[in-house]
T-cell receptor, first 113, second 107 residues
Framework: DGGITQSPKYLFRKEGQNVTLSCEQN?????MYWYRQDPGQGLRLIYY???????QKGDIAEGYSVSREKKESFPLTVTSAQKNPTAFYLC????????????FGPGTRLTVT | GEDVEQSLFLSVREGDSSVINCTYT??????LYWYKQEPGAGLQLLTY?????DMKQDQRLTVLLNKKDKHLSLRIADTQTGDSAIYFC???????FGAGTRLTVKP
């Protein structure tokens, strides 16, 4: 089955620790995205990547880092510099940037205490 | 910066029509989208409209676009309890999403 997966579904961390969220797609999509969702707010773009070995900051990149070493994978690291890391994180991919459809993963809920 | 806005809540009776509204500011968007999110899940694309169209119909869904007023709406005909979810409008130029409208369908 083609799709986009995120793991784990729930993640708990202590404050001050870095944590990496996984995102994998087997859709052969060039573009991948990370969003953060908070209650009562829309999705906010953290980082996106149009192609392997390239990525750009979105609206709220501070405290996050990404890598795109393989087309299929776009992991997001939430660093200890992120002031409010507890949120629902969504990964998406599209055939290319500005493609009419983004496919979303099921999300990872990160709780930092 | 550019923005996408929508009301946060809508409640309808089963069988009625639902209309979810959205306004956006970025006039250079090529596509405008409606996504559906069920509890604890990712987003699923419901429908999209090209910016040079003013209407698109897909079964129970009708999308209306008023480009002059930068207003987008989603009408769901014969709303069912399974339509209860959060609906997001989005534009593709800066990948901006609205805050989402929580649709509650009462039996």
């Amino acid at each position: 089955d083609g799709g986009i997966t995120q793991s784990p579904k729930y993640l708990f961390r202590k404050e001050g620790q870095n944590v990496t969220l996984s995102c994998e797609q087997n859709l052969n999509h060039d573009a991948m995205y990370w969003y953060r969702q908070d209650p009562g707010q829309g999705l906010r773009l953290i980082y996106y990547s149009q192609i392997v070995n390239d990525f750009q900051k979105g609206d709220i990149a501070e405290g996050y880092s990404v890598s795109r070493e393989k087309k299929e994978s776009f992991p997001l690291t939430v660093t200890s510099a992120q002031k409010n890391p507890t949120a629902f994180y969504l990964c998406a991919s599209s055939i290319k940037q500005d493609s009419y459809e983004q496919y979303f993963g099921p999300g990872t809920r990160l709780t930092v205490t | 910066g550019e923005d996408v806005e929508q009301s946060l809540f809508l409640s309808v009776r089963e069988g009625d029509s639902s209309v979810i509204n959205c306004t956006y500011t970025d006039s250079s968007s090529t596509y405008l989208y409606w996504y559906k999110q069920e509890p604890g899940a990712g987003l699923q694309l419901l429908t999209y409209i090209f910016s040079n169209m003013d209407m698109k119909q897909d079964q129970r869904l009708t999308v209306l676009l008023n480009k002059k007023d930068k207003h987008l709406s989603l009408r769901i005909a014969d709303t069912q309890t399974g339509d209860s979810a959060i609906y997001f409008c989005a534009e593709n130029n800066d990948m901006r999403f609205g805050a989402g409208t929580r649709l509650t369908v009462k039996p």
